[in-house]
């Protein structure tokens, strides 16, 4: 603890060393679950400025890397100055067990607390499986998205790597998540009515897992390469001997082989609940070639989901058929019959394979594996331009 003008100021980094949460975590994470496989998923990015906007890129990936002061979540702890992003470490106390949970948070100039500015959107960025909450693949472009677009972002840890019960979807998780909306809520003008979530991965899991759990709070939901069936995920990493297996093992004390295990895999997996997020716009986008050499999430786990959003509002008739689903699964293309359903969508750095919308709902299959699309030069994910259209039922969110 660092007292800095009368006030206190919690370190959790060194210069140099990066956070040092995000740090230990991931030792401990790697010292308990070596990766075994070269290509599983990929969760830190080397930081390569593009062309663009390379000295805000740049300025970005220095306030992700170098040391950085952890405030206490309370409103008498004024954001960071010195940067120009003022994106702050914050700690915030969950409502359930106390526990603290840290975030990086960012409010623009106009929609802080007492400033004359309008309410803006909020954007929700949830960190990838074996991640946490300052170091995943998605995170510099969505944040540098959200700077440029003059939106309040948060990104929550939600208990860390997925690898002990406390994590992966638990009720704890999904509580810390809903704790961070309330944070930025109380700490920027936040239009209540725009509250956008987005996550790759693990956060795709987690994603989809909150469209079910927390549907009030959203206007749009937008998720990459989400894993949407823990139990069969588990048998698919198993199968691999890929490290998520024992990372699930972790979290639920043994794999789905008896039933009160595998009916606690189900209850966190998306797809067995995604019937309850009827009605609220979710883009779901996934490289055709996942789940193949040695890419870690088949890519059935989103056209299954896409599958059950559509029964749910009442477009069955768009549906996938199963050979279809087990056609591009297994031969990672497209069939013949669904070659004509594709979009030129400017601004993507993986190019569009096969897009359907479907009322509320959207599926993408782009040219690539387990890759977040984080746009042509990395400025900002596509799905940004996706959720900026999405407007919420301000009477839903009020029931």
């Given amino acids: 603890m660092t007292r800095v003008g009368g006030r206190k100021y919690y370190r959790f980094a060194r210069a140099g060393d990066g956070f040092a949460f995000r740090a230990s975590a991931l030792r401990d994470a790697e010292r308990s679950f070596p ?6 998923l990929r969760e830190e990015p080397t930081f390569r400025p593009p062309r663009a906007n390379a000295w805000l890129l740049w300025s ?11 405030l206490r979540a ?5 954001p960071r100055r010195g940067l120009v992003t003022d994106v702050r470490t914050v700690i915030i106390r969950s409502s359930v067990d106390g526990a603290e949970q840290p975030a990086l948070f960012y409010a623009p100039p106009g929609a802080r607390p007492g400033m004359a500015g309008g309410a803006v959107p909020l954007l929700v960025s949830l960190h990838s499986w074996s991640a946490s909450f300052d170091k995943y693949d998605s995170l510099q472009s969505t944040l540098m998205g959200c700077i440029r677009r003059g939106w309040v972002f948060i990104s929550p840890d939600f208990r860390g ?3 002990r019960p406390e994590a992966c979807g638990s009720d704890l998780a999904v509580r810390d998540v809903r704790d961070a909306v309330g944070f930025a809520r109380e700490n920027a003008l936040v239009d209540a009515g725009r509250i956008y979530l987005m996550g790759a991965s693990g956060g795709g899991h987690m994603g989809l ?5 927390a549907p009030d709070l959203w206007a749009g939901v937008s998720v990459a390469c989400p894993i949407t069936d823990l139990s069969s995920w588990y048998r698919f990493c198993e199968d ?5 297996a024992e990372m699930m093992r972790g979290c639920f004390n043994g794999p789905p082989d008896v039933p009160e295990r595998a009916a606690e895999y189900r209850r966190r997996s998306p797809l067995f609940c995604l019937e309850v997020a009827k009605g609220i716009p979710i883009d779901i986008q996934t490289g055709i070639l996942d789940g193949h050499g040695g890419r870690a999430v088949p890519v059935d786990h989103s056209l299954r989901a896409f599958n059950v959003l559509l029964e749910a509002n009442g477009l069955a008739n768009k549906k996938f058929t199963p050979e279809e689903i087990n056609y591009i699964t297994e031969k990672a293309r497209l069939p013949s019959s669904l070659s004509t359903e594709t979009s030129n969508e400017p601004g993507r750095k993986y190019p ?7 009322g509320v709902v959207r599926l993408t299959l782009y040219d690539a594996g387990h890759d977040f699309d984080s746009g042509s030069g990395g400025e ?4 940004l331009a996706w959720l900026e259209k999405q407007h919420g039922d301000l009477a839903r969110r009020q029931k």
């Fill in 209 to 213: 897992l909150l469209a079910r759990r």
């Fill in 380 to 383: 900002e994910p596509p799905a």
């Fill in 60 to 70: 970005l990936s220095a306030l992700l890397s170098a040391s950085a002061f952890a």
């Fill in 240 to 244: 691999k001997k890929y490290r998520y």
């Fill in 352 to 358: 569009i394979l096969f897009r359907r919308d479907a």
């Fill in 161 to 163: 790597p997925n690898m």
């Fill in 35 to 40: 990766v075994k496989n070269p290509g599983s």
């Fill in 74 to 78: 309370s409103a008498e702890n004024p």
